[in-house]
């Protein structure tokens, strides 16, 4: 693979040689496009640190791709890189002219590329307010900047603008086990924790904005909303927008922005004695349908409902009269969507109940991509702790999009994509102009890998709709 650095630095040749198959690239390690690239995460801090008297040793740049391709590695921990110094592979990908780190200015580096945990850390813990003249913590982050290049990445994942786009919106918790800064105790999961918000475009991430646990579920929603549709708008006008939640962001702020902005919104709505009422026949049907066969058994039903205070105005609901061997399980929706363009069937289950599969991009981001390392003492070094993951699973969601198309691999989680993919034994020879890379001759992977590389090697035009 020759890596050609955009900012002017000479190139090395990395060779993999799987002995079964001979493996050369000449693409760049960026997978998808201008946005996932290196220079663009670093773009959102402000700041260059210095190390030894001599200059600069480490790039913002550097040290930002660092952090993120060490989190899709699965190197979640500021300590891990103390050892991940030593890589010259994580070096190359980060773009150091010097992967062997023979060059470093003092004698105790030689031999060590990339930055130590005590330099990684001044990413998250320099304040917001800090300026040239502080001493070592000067690495300023934008959040906005971040949370912007975010919805940019989704963006440039689409060839062409979609007629329709789904967003969809929930919270979960984020346990914490020391004193944090902004801990409560939630009721609802038992622990203290955090409550992070997420907005999703089908396995898009578009916002990951770490929040406290002592508020309600859909507070900031619209805030959120506000500015990814805002964006998404800017590049792509005639786009539908319909969001999507549960229960819990069933509230009047969100649906009252929606209507006064040209969204549509299908919510989950929590049961009460009225509804409950105005469902009674679907759900005596219901319950004699399942008397008689014994099966589980669903009668659909819709009508207009206003709360007593809390809405503005009615709207349409569709009530579920589910019933199981358990016994009655209704359930409600309320939408923006006519009954012409979605009947109360679609409308509960191909159109609602799938947003239960953002469920699983959480847990995905949280299990294989660490979004739950939240243990530094300040909740803002915690939000940009979450920031790393969050494009480290952008990463990886590109690579699969891109690279692993057409492959056993190409509905893979992103946890089995690393295990399978990245985390390979190999040799490493370095010399003085290339990297060479030698797999196991018995390493079952050969052929896929080599499918992969091609794929990297000549991607479409733009990455590809989804």
Same mark, same amino acid.
């Given at each position: 693979?020759?890596?050609?650095?955009?900012?002017?630095?000479?190139?090395?040749?990395?060779?993999?040689?799987?002995?079964?198959?001979?493996?050369?690239?000449?693409?760049?390690?960026?997978?998808?496009?201008?946005?996932? !690239?290196?220079?663009?995460?670093?773009?959102?801090?402000?700041?260059? $640190?210095?190390?030894?008297?001599?200059?600069?040793?480490?790039?913002?740049?550097?040290?930002?791709?660092?952090?993120?391709?060490?989190?899709?590695?699965?190197?979640?921990?500021?300590?891990?890189?103390?050892?991940?110094?030593?890589?010259?592979?994580?070096?190359?990908?980060?773009?150091?002219?010097?992967?062997?780190? +023979?060059?470093?200015?003092?004698?105790?580096?030689?031999?060590?590329?990339?930055?130590?945990?005590? $330099?990684?850390?001044?990413?998250?813990? $320099?304040?917001?307010?800090?300026?040239?003249?502080?001493?070592?913590?000067?690495?300023?982050?934008?959040?906005?900047?971040?949370?912007?290049?975010?919805?940019?990445?989704?963006?440039?994942?689409?060839?062409?603008?979609?007629?329709?786009?789904?967003?969809?919106?929930?919270?979960?918790?984020?346990?914490?086990?020391?004193?944090?800064?902004?801990?409560?105790?939630?009721?609802?999961?038992?622990?203290?924790?955090?409550?992070? /918000?997420?907005?999703?475009?089908?396995?898009?991430?578009?916002?990951?904005?770490? #929040?406290?646990?002592?508020?309600?579920?859909?507070?900031? !929603?619209?805030? &959120?909303?506000?500015?990814?549709?805002? +964006?998404?708008?800017? +590049?792509?006008?005639?786009?539908?927008?319909?969001?999507?939640?549960?229960?819990?962001?069933?509230?009047?702020?969100?649906?009252?922005?929606?209507?006064?902005?040209?969204?549509?919104?299908?919510?989950?709505?929590?049961?009460?004695?009225?509804?409950?009422?105005?469902?009674?026949?679907?759900?005596?049907?219901?319950?004699?349908?399942?008397?008689?066969?014994?099966?589980?058994?669903?009668?659909?039903?819709?009508?207009?409902?206003?709360?007593?205070?809390?809405?503005? #105005?009615?709207?349409?609901?569709?009530?579920?009269?589910?019933?199981?061997?358990?016994?009655?399980?209704?359930?409600?929706?309320?939408? !923006?969507?006519?009954? &012409? #363009?979605?009947?109360?069937?679609?409308?509960? &289950?191909?159109?609602?109940?799938?947003?239960?599969?953002?469920?699983?991009?959480?847990?995905?981001?949280? /299990?294989?991509?660490?979004?739950?390392? $939240?243990?530094?003492?300040?909740?803002?070094?915690?939000?940009?702790?979450?920031?790393?993951?969050?494009?480290?699973?952008? /990463?990886?969601?590109?690579?699969?999009? /891109?690279?692993?198309?057409?492959?056993?691999?190409?509905?893979?989680?992103?946890?089995?994509?690393?295990?399978?993919?990245?985390?390979?034994?190999?040799?490493?020879?370095?010399?003085?102009?290339?990297?060479?890379?030698?797999?196991?001759?018995?390493?079952?992977?050969?052929?896929?890998?080599?499918?992969?590389?091609?794929?990297?090697?000549?991607?479409?035009?733009?990455?590809?709709?989804?």
């Amino acid at each position: 693979m020759r890596a050609k650095n955009r900012e002017g630095f000479k190139s090395l040749r990395v060779e993999c040689n799987p002995q079964i198959t001979h493996l050369r690239a000449k693409a760049s390690p960026a997978l998808c496009g201008h946005r996932l !690239s290196p220079v663009n995460w670093s773009r959102t801090f402000a700041g260059n $640190t210095l190390v030894g008297a001599g200059g600069i040793e480490h790039s913002v740049r550097e040290l930002v791709a660092q952090r993120v391709f060490a989190s899709a590695l699965g190197y979640e921990d500021l300590n891990d890189h103390d050892r991940l110094r030593l890589d010259p592979l994580l070096a190359v990908l980060v773009g150091k002219i010097d992967p062997t780190g +023979q060059d470093r200015l003092h004698p105790r580096d030689k031999g060590k590329a990339l930055a130590s945990s005590s $330099t990684l850390n001044r990413l998250e813990l $320099t304040l917001p307010d800090a300026s040239a003249k502080a001493r070592y913590k000067k690495i300023v982050a934008d959040p906005e900047g971040m949370d912007r290049l975010l919805v940019d990445c989704f963006l440039d994942a689409y060839t062409t603008p979609p007629a329709q786009l789904w967003l969809d919106l929930d919270a979960t918790d984020d346990p914490i086990h020391g004193q944090q800064e902004g801990r409560f105790f939630h009721g609802y999961y038992g622990h203290d924790c955090y409550l992070p /918000l997420y907005i999703f475009s089908g396995e898009h991430l578009l916002c990951a904005r770490l #929040r406290k646990s002592d508020i309600d579920a859909s507070a900031g !929603s619209v805030e &959120e909303l506000e500015r990814v549709v805002g +964006q998404i708008r800017a +590049q792509w006008p005639q786009t539908e927008i319909i969001i999507r939640g549960d229960s819990g962001f069933c509230r009047e702020a969100i649906m009252a922005w929606c209507e006064a902005n040209g969204v549509e919104f299908v919510l989950g709505l929590a049961k009460n004695a009225r509804l409950r009422r105005f469902s009674l026949a679907a759900r005596v049907q219901a319950h004699l349908q399942f008397l008689r066969s014994a099966e589980p058994s669903r009668v659909f039903c819709e009508f207009g409902y206003q709360t007593r205070d809390s809405w503005s #105005r009615a709207r349409r609901v569709v009530a579920k009269a589910e019933h199981l061997a358990k016994g009655a399980n209704p359930r409600f929706v309320v939408t !923006s969507l006519s009954a &012409e #363009r979605a009947d109360a069937r679609r409308l509960c &289950e191909d159109l609602h109940c799938i947003r239960g599969d953002m469920e699983n991009r959480i847990k995905e981001q949280q /299990l294989d991509l660490f979004a739950d390392r $939240t243990s530094t003492q300040l909740m803002r070094a915690n939000q940009i702790r979450l920031y790393f993951s969050s494009f480290a699973y952008v /990463l990886l969601c590109a690579l699969r999009r /891109l690279g692993l198309q057409g492959t056993k691999l190409a509905r893979a989680q992103r946890g089995s994509i690393r295990l399978k993919l990245l985390k390979i034994g190999a040799r490493i020879r370095v010399s003085v102009r290339r990297i060479r890379i030698s797999f196991s001759e018995s390493y079952p992977g050969a052929q896929l890998f080599a499918q992969i590389l091609h794929n990297l090697q000549s991607p479409p035009a733009c990455a590809g709709s989804p």
